[in-house]
Each structure stands twice: as structure tokens, then as C-alpha cells.
């Protein structure tokens, strides 16, 4: 049977600005299973980073619990954490900004096993920095180049490698590939792909763009305005998307299917809710088509439709 990883539950991430709480994340929850990928889509804005971050806790969640197998990551004192933190790693969109331009890629590659006092032999660090180098593809000669010595693909490869120097059981993707060239686009996730596999990785993934996911992801969570609004297995999530939120995404995406009925976009109209102060109706009601007086001034919750989709939307009443 299948073990939880990953159990998210009412994970709240709010913001005080002078207009008064941005609930950037607001009562999300699910889990991830041992060895599977989550894939977190949404508009930018949604909350699927500030989702992540809050999991590392790289930001302080305001509220909820985070259970990585069954220990409660929100507890954690700052020594408990800095441990944790090998087993839960993170990579970043643009590897370009989130590399130190100073630094050789071995001594980035190298620094979480210092800063983690992993591995205290020079000789022997290195050799892990060389073993990490050859598993994400980066050749010897590189270890002492600089990140601007190199291009996009190599250098999301050594952020890559960065995360997987402490051998971590779960790593956050936030949006790995949208800065790098649709030709380099599929290298990088096959490459972490493969990773998955050899190293028995757990992953989310986010990303604004369906069809990244598509061919990664067991399953997808959909994020509209901090809310979670669908979640379902990715094979039951493109046949049978349920919210209209969901359903204008996927129709953004093509899929050319010969002989298959063409598809239609669906435009969004509206105005987007504020996120400050939101109120307890549905966030999406300005821009839904199907929406009614209820939906204005009740709030749906997520509910389970069929086994592991779980959708938010009064339609499923
Ligand atoms: Fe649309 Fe109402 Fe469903 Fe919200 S609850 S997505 S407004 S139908």
C-alpha cells in the first residue's frame, strides 16, 4: 500500500499590507504519497510558491499543519528544522538569480554539505560534488566555472545538483523550466524525471502550465486565489475536469487528438476578487459562468466527487 509523505492540512500563509490580510494561501490541504509527484498549477498569484515556500517553511505558514512522515514541520524549533531541511529541499524558477554569481559550481554544490556539516572530509566532499555533478549530467570540466560561464540548462543543473547533495527524500520544483528554452524545457524534466525514479524522489511541481505537468505529475492540484479548487489524479484531471476554473485552463492547452472533436478556448471574463480581506464566497464567482446568488455569498468547500478527486464548486451539489 501506498505511504503518505506529505500531509498539508488548513495551511494558511497571510501577508499584512496597508489594505489590510492578503490571504495568499488560504485552508489548503492534501498529501502526496511516497515516490509520486504532485503537480500545483494556477495563474501567478494563485499561492502555489508562497504554497511551497510555506511547506520549507523558508516562509513561517500562519496557520495549519505540514506532516512530513507524521512529524509536524510548522513545530519544529530552528535546530529540529536546519535537520529537516536535508530531507526537504527546493529548486528554483530562474537558476541564473538563485545561483551566487561568485561561486565555482563545485563550491555550490558543495555548500549545503558544509553548511549541514554532512560531510566534514574535503577529499570525500568532493567526491560526492563530482557524484552529484555526473547524476544531473554536468560534466567534470565545469567544476570550477561560474554560473555565467554557462547556459540555462547547465545551470538549473547544478541548482539540481544543489538540492540533491543532501540525498533529500521530497524536493519542492518551483517552477523549474519556465525560464529556460522550450528546447532545453524537456531535457531538464526528463533528466528529474529519471532522478525520480533512481532515487525514489517524492516531488511537487509547480508550474503556471498544464501541459509541464501533464506528462510528470500523478496527480494535479488546481490553485485559484490561495484556494485549492481541484485535485484528482492527472489522468482523471484531463478527462474530467469539473471546475470551471480547471476547465478554462486545460481548454488554453492544445492537444492535437486526429479525428477528435475541436476543442473550444474558454475566454475568462471579469474582474479577479481582491485577495485582501477576501470574503467567505467563492473566488471565483466574477469570472464564472455558472455562477449563481449562492455562490456570491457562500463559500464552497473542497469535497471529495469520486476516489482522489476532490473538487471545490457548488455545480457538484
Ligand atoms: Fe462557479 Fe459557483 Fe462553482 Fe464558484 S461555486 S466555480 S462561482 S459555479
Redesign the pocket.
Known amino acids: 500500500m501506498s505511504e503518505v509523505l506529505l500531509d498539508v492540512q488548513g495551511l494558511k500563509k497571510y501577508f499584512p499590507t496597508k489594505r489590510g490580510l492578503l490571504h495568499a494561501v488560504d485552508d489548503v490541504t492534501f498529501t502526496i504519497e511516497k515516490g509520486k509527484t504532485l503537480g500545483v498549477v494556477g495563474e501567478s498569484g494563485c499561492g502555489k510558491s508562497t504554497t511551497g515556500r510555506a511547506i520549507l517553511r523558508l516562509l513561517e505558514p500562519t496557520g495549519g499543519s505540514v506532516l512530513f512522515e507524521g512529524e509536524d514541520v510548522a513545530k519544529l524549533n530552528p535546530s529540529q528544522l536546519r535537520h529537516k531541511r536535508k530531507e526537504m529541499q527546493i529548486i528554483f524558477q530562474d537558476p541564473f538569480s538563485s545561483l551566487n554569481p561568485r561561486k565555482t559550481v563545485s563550491q555550490t554544490i558543495e555548500e549545503p554539505l558544509q553548511l549541514h556539516h554532512v560531510i566534514e572530509d574535503k577529499t570525500e566532499r568532493m567526491q560526492k560534488v563530482l557524484e552529484v555533478m555526473e547524476t544531473v549530467g554536468l560534466a567534470e570540466r565545469y567544476v570550477n566555472t561560474y554560473p555565467h560561464e554557462l547556459d540555462g540548462g547547465r545551470r538549473q543543473r547544478i541548482g539540481i545538483a544543489r538540492a540533491l547533495a543532501l540525498d533529500p527524500k521530497f524536493i519542492v520544483c518551483d517552477e523549474p523550466v519556465s525560464a529556460l528554452d522550450v528546447s532545453i524545457q524537456a531535457q531538464i524534466l526528463n533528466l528529474m524525471n529519471d532522478i525520480q525514479e533512481s532515487h525514489g524522489l517524492t516531488y511537487m511541481f509547480i508550474t503556471h502550465d498544464l501541459s509541464v505537468v501533464n506528462h510528470f505529475s500523478d496527480d494535479i492540484a488546481v490553485m485559484y486565489l490561495g484556494k485549492l479548487?481541484e485535485k484528482a489524479p492527472s489522468e482523471v484531471l484531463f478527462s474530467n475536469p469539473v471546475?470551471?476554473?480547471t476547465q478554462a485552463l486545460l481548454s488554453a492547452i492544445p492537444i492535437p487528438k486526429v479525428g477528435g472533436p475541436k476543442k473550444e478556448r474558454i475566454l475568462l471574463k471579469g474582474e479577479i476578487t481582491s485577495p485582501i480581506n477576501p470574503k467567505p464566497v467563492?473566488?471565483?464567482?466574477n469570472?464564472?459562468?455558472?455562477?449563481?446568488d449562492?455562490?456570491?455569498s457562500e463559500e464552497?468547500q473542497l469535497k471529495e466527487i469520486e476516489t482522489g478527486h476532490f473538487v471545490?464548486?457548488?455545480?457538484?451539489d
Open positions: 479548487i471546475h470551471p476554473y467563492c473566488r471565483f464567482a469570472r464564472c459562468a455558472y455562477a449563481t449562492r455562490c456570491r464552497p471545490s464548486c457548488f455545480l457538484t
